[in-house]
């Protein structure tokens, strides 16, 4: 399975933007990245995923490297409530696998 | 619409004693997957049920078990309890259709083994 690399921890201002990294250099081209959160005390949560191009939703953005070797996770205002372990997963499409092989994640801090 | 649900939430067993875990998912998702997550080894992949098979299996001995019934439930089984399956079991469920679907996790059930 194609690894990640994250930062162990991070550390943010309440409403100030996050970005939250993720290496990923043995990528393959239908590897899709994938992010989920897991809060405190609660089952992870989907946040976002993509293949090429960078996506929005209500959550957050995700900006993906022209070459996908690399993907930024970004929180534009960060709350007290995204104080939380980041996964980023790549799910390879095809595979038949249907699983998540989760790292260790970056646990994110907001300082209030 | 409802999300993924997990009975009972907390357990307490003893070695050698066996243990029944119940998910039930989002309507409509056809598959369901279980997770082990401990301080040690972090988020680990069980096994993966659609439509009543089990289609993948994580790297556990053979005293993990599930079954999915034809409502898309799923129940796991962990025999011969051990102090090192001390952990929090998550369940998800997803449509199944794709490998890339979104899974949509439960608040777990924590398992403590004295």
């Known amino acids: 399975d194609a690894k990640t690399t994250q930062p162990n921890s991070m550390e943010s201002n309440e409403e100030e933007p996050v970005h939250l990294p993720c290496n990923h250099s043995?990528?393959?081209?239908?590897?899709?990245i994938h992010w989920y959160r897991q809060l405190p005390s609660q089952g992870p949560e989907y946040v976002i995923h993509?293949?090429?191009s960078n996506v929005n939703n209500r959550m957050a953005s995700l900006a993906i490297a022209e070459d996908r070797k690399s993907s930024t996770l970004i929180l534009h205002r960060a709350t007290l409530r995204d104080a939380a372990v980041y996964y980023c997963i790549l799910a390879y499409s095809g595979a038949g696998s249907y699983q998540l092989t989760f790292g260790k994640g970056t646990k994110l801090s907001v300082i209030p | 619409k409802a999300g993924v649900t997990q009975t009972p939430r907390y357990l307490i067993k003893t070695r050698g004693q066996q243990v029944t875990l119940s998910c039930s998912p989002i309507s409509g998702h056809r598959s369901v997957s279980w997770y082990q997550q401990t301080p040690g080894q972090g988020l680990q992949f069980l096994f993966e049920y659609f439509s009543e098979t089990q289609r993948n299996k994580g790297n556990f001995p053979g005293r993990f078990s599930g079954r999915q019934f034809s409502n898309s439930r799923s129940e796991m089984n962990v025999s011969t309890l051990e102090l090192g399956d001390s952990a929090l079991y998550l369940c998800a469920s997803s449509l199944g259709s794709r490998d890339t679907d979104t899974q949509y996790f439960g608040p777990g059930t924590r398992l403590t083994v004295l």
């Open positions: 993509g293949l090429t």
């Open positions: 043995t990528i393959s081209g239908t590897d899709y």
